[in-house]
């Protein structure tokens, strides 16, 4: 896991390694002050010793201007290294999971991969940066002034080797029972962000149906979860800093009674008024170090659940990968079906697509039928890899989609899904998604093929008007007419429309088609559709039942061979023959 996250380092590994180096050098300093000022208060103000008062004096100044020196520079490194860290750590994530397919990403929702890029990566670099630090700082700390310690009077420093372990157990016990209490709250933290997600995309229908109570209600439900939680695991770290003071106040006074009656006793042979005060700054610097590592453990177990989600991410391998030698042209548009399953679990019981078998000339409109759940969006998912076959083989241009380049393929695919989606910018920027590199003449000219070329004149800042994020400030119609023009704008071999004219009104939906058949004559259409009159005209229209393929041909042959779509058309136009 750690070392999965550590990849992110890179080009901030420098910081990273001096950060401890120059904690280290701030270490040393501070477990030598101490020493220093014992010196100072034996040699020189017990004494009366000018000379060794001004000679420790500056050495004493000194030192704390070096260890002041060397504390700032590693607070400023290490802030590099953690924001270093911290950035890559999102930029690693964020290509990752532009890397998943449908599949990879079906396993995670979206409100858990915003919380995981965001409230996790937080954690995780908060605690990387502590480690870096007060990892190496508090177990140098802790040994160096014990060693210290130690040279001056065993028997005192023995109290330090009786509390050490207690405390750590203790604190160890508390972290213990705290890390499932954070495990769990991440989760709730993946349910809250998808409450949110919910009620924003879907503000209109909620206010549609009045239903703000109860979003309100869910949301404050799900709130005070995350308060239950929270409360309950900073109640168990509570116990830490109580625990701390009574065991550093007992070292200093066990230190103080223990060193004021050797000093006492022994008439200052074994034991000097100096030694007694740096061994209790050493009792105050050997128990912060095991703070420090408290704190340490406390982040640790914050952040490990955080660690541990981002890991999952970046361990994800993608169902769905270039092949060694790929295949980098899509000689044509023709499309080939072969005995074709599809299912989007592995271990489903039942496909979504069975043994399907069609072949689609190159050029050739085919319109798809089919009820809600028949499989159509599944089956033309499948031709730009968005899904891989589960059984079966599909060809595009005469060859198997998995020998080509998914980039290759997928830029002969332009798809206008059912789930139409803009993004905040202008027309010109949502349109240039299709070609960054088109020109304003290539932009006008397929929104002419798309219908959409009026609507946009009629914006007092035409192309240049801004769209808001989800394209809220247009109609739905609207929406998906620019959505058709993106797709045009790739120039495909494969252009597949998804249920995308539905918004549309009929005279529009027909003045589409009627462009495409006379402006893209070479590219391969396919249009899924709920209206007969969408796919009336196609050269060959496919019925789809149940994930099977029930019947194809004309719109004439299937009224006379099909009874589904006799059903559907029937249906549809009932009203207008009355």
Same mark, same amino acid.
């Given at each position: 896991m750690f070392k999965t996250l550590l990849k992110s380092v890179r080009e901030y590994k420098k910081y990273a390694i001096m950060t401890p180096l120059l904690v280290m050098c701030e270490t040393i300093l501070e477990v030598v002050i101490p020493y220093l000022m014992a010196k100072l208060i034996d040699e020189g103000v017990y004494?009366?010793? %000018?000379?060794?008062?001004?000679?420790?004096?500056?050495?004493?100044?000194? $030192?704390?201007?070096?260890?002041?020196?060397? $504390? =700032? %520079?590693?607070?400023?490194? +290490?802030?590099?290294?953690?924001?270093?860290?911290?950035?890559?750590?999102?930029? #690693? /994530?964020?290509?990752?999971?532009?890397?998943?397919?449908?599949?990879?990403? +079906?396993?995670?929702?979206?409100? *858990?991969?915003?919380? &995981? /890029?965001?409230?996790? !990566?937080?954690?995780?670099?908060? @605690?990387?940066?502590?480690?870096?630090?007060? @990892?190496?700082? @508090?177990?140098?700390?802790?040994?160096?002034?014990?060693?210290?310690?130690?040279?001056?009077?065993?028997?005192? *420093?023995?109290?330090?080797?009786?509390?050490?372990?207690?405390?750590?157990?203790?604190?160890?016990?508390i972290s213990s029972k705290a890390h499932p209490v954070f495990k769990k709250l991440f989760t709730k933290y993946d349910d809250l962000n998808n409450i949110v997600e919910e009620n924003t995309n879907g503000i209109r229908v909620v206010k549609s149906f009045v239903l703000e109570d109860e979003e309100i209600k869910k949301f404050e439900d799900k709130s005070q979860e995350i308060y239950n939680l929270f409360s309950k695991a900073t109640r168990i770290l509570a116990f830490n800093n109580p625990v701390m003071e009574f065991t550093m106040y007992s070292a200093m006074i066990g230190i103080s009674w223990v060193g004021a009656k050797i000093i006492v006793n022994s008439n200052m042979t074994e034991l000097t008024t100096g030694q007694l005060a740096s061994l209790i700054t050493y009792s105050t610097q050997i128990l912060s170090a095991i703070m420090f590592i408290t704190m340490m453990i406390v982040m640790g177990t914050m952040a490990l659940a955080s660690a541990q989600r981002l890991t999952e991410l970046l361990k994800e391998e993608t169902d769905i990968k270039n092949p060694e030698n790929p295949i980098e042209k899509v000689d044509d548009g023709s499309i080939e079906f072969k005995n074709v399953s599809f299912s989007y679990a592995k271990d489903a019981t039942s496909k979504v697509l069975n043994n399907v078998n069609l072949k689609i000339d190159s050029g050739s409109t085919i319109g798809i039928i089919g009820g809600t759940g028949s499989g159509?969006?599944?089956?033309?998912?499948?031709?730009? &890899?968005?899904? #891989? =076959?589960?059984?079966?083989?599909?060809?595009? $241009?005469?060859?198997?989609?998995?020998?080509?380049?998914?980039? !290759? /393929?997928? +830029?002969?695919?332009?798809? !206008?899904?059912?789930?139409?989606?803009?993004?905040? $910018?202008?027309?010109? #920027?949502?349109? &240039?998604?299709?070609?960054?590199?088109?020109s304003d003449e290539e932009i006008v000219e397929v929104c002419k093929l798309a219908q959409a070329d009026k609507f946009i004149e009629s914006f007092p800042d035409k192309y240049d008007t801004h769209i808001e994020q989800g394209g809220t400030n247009v109609s739905g119609g609207q929406k998906q007419r620019l959505c058709i023009a993106r797709a045009l704008l790739k120039k495909p071999k494969i252009l597949i429309l998804d249920d995308s004219t539905s918004a549309v009104d009929t005279k529009t939906d027909q003045l589409i088609r009627d462009a495409f058949k006379n402006k893209i004559p070479n590219t391969t259409k396919i249009i899924i559709a709920q209206r007969i009159a969408s796919v009336q005209d196609s050269d060959k229209i496919v019925v789809l039942d149940d994930g099977k393929i029930n019947g194809i041909g004309t719109h004439d042959e299937l009224m006379q061979t099909n009874e589904i779509y006799r059903e559907v058309y029937e249906s549809q136009t009932k009203g207008k023959e009355e």
């Open positions: 004494e009366g010793n %000018m000379s060794n008062i001004y000679k420790f004096g500056i050495m004493l100044i000194c $030192g704390a201007l070096l260890s002041l020196f060397f $504390g =700032v %520079m590693s607070a400023i490194i +290490d802030s590099k290294a953690g924001s270093g860290f911290g950035k890559n750590l999102r930029k #690693d /994530l964020y290509y990752k999971v532009q890397t998943y397919s449908f599949s990879n990403i +079906d396993k995670f929702s979206a409100s *858990s991969l915003i919380t &995981r /890029l965001t409230t996790d !990566v937080s954690w995780v670099t908060m @605690a990387f940066q502590m480690a870096i630090r007060n @990892a190496v700082r @508090a177990p140098f700390m802790l040994l160096s002034a014990l060693v210290m310690a130690f040279t001056i009077n065993k028997k005192i *420093s023995l109290i330090f080797l009786l509390l050490i372990p207690i405390l750590a157990a203790l604190l160890g016990l159509k969006s599944s089956l033309v998912n499948l031709i730009p &890899r968005l899904y #891989d =076959v589960t059984e079966g083989e599909l060809l595009v $241009g005469g060859k198997n989609v998995k020998d080509y380049d998914l980039e !290759v /393929l997928r +830029d002969s695919v332009s798809c !206008v899904l059912q789930k139409n989606e803009l993004f905040s $910018g202008s027309i010109k #920027d949502n349109i &240039r998604w299709g070609n960054e590199n088109a």
